[in-house]
């Protein structure tokens, strides 16, 4: 797996918190930020916004995902994950998917309350992703 220098990281991880300070959660709770890295240097952070018809909730790396494409960016290096939870949370299903559209091979960082990080290929955390190309 490529790495990110700590810096880049670093500012990934501080956008995540920033963001997830904004979520709205009313009733999981749960407080999650991303913040995703494009290929171009930009970074573009999100929250999970909760809904009353749970089927409408958006998570956090979606709302980041959908940011960044909305300002013309398309492809993607890393993401950084956040919650309120104390251990590490990963994107869902549907955000790995969602993500795989745009960078399979992209670098998944998941940061923990206490500054324990986890850093992952998102082709590790989705094998065999579905797409029309393949």
């Known amino acids: ?28 709770k749960v ?16 929250c999970n ?22 300002a013309g960016a398309k492809s993607f290096e890393a993401i950084a994950v956040v919650s309120s939870l104390e251990g590490w949370t990963y994107p869902c299903g549907a955000c790995r998917q969602f993500l795989s559209e745009f960078a399979h091979e992209m670098i998944v960082i998941v940061a923990g309350p206490k500054g324990r990080v986890g850093r992952h290929l998102l082709a590790d955390l989705l094998p065999k992703a579905f797409s029309l190309e393949k």
């Open 1 to 28: 797996m490529r790495e990110l220098d700590r810096r880049t990281e670093g500012s990934l991880i501080r956008e995540a918190r920033k963001a997830a300070k904004e979520a709205y959660s009313p009733f999981s």
């Open 49 to 70: 916004v909760e809904n009353s018809s749970y089927g409408l909730t958006i998570c956090a790396e979606r709302t980041a995902a959908v940011k960044a494409v909305s």
């Open 31 to 46: 407080k999650v930020g991303a913040a995703i890295l494009t290929s171009d240097g930009r970074i573009f952070s999100g």
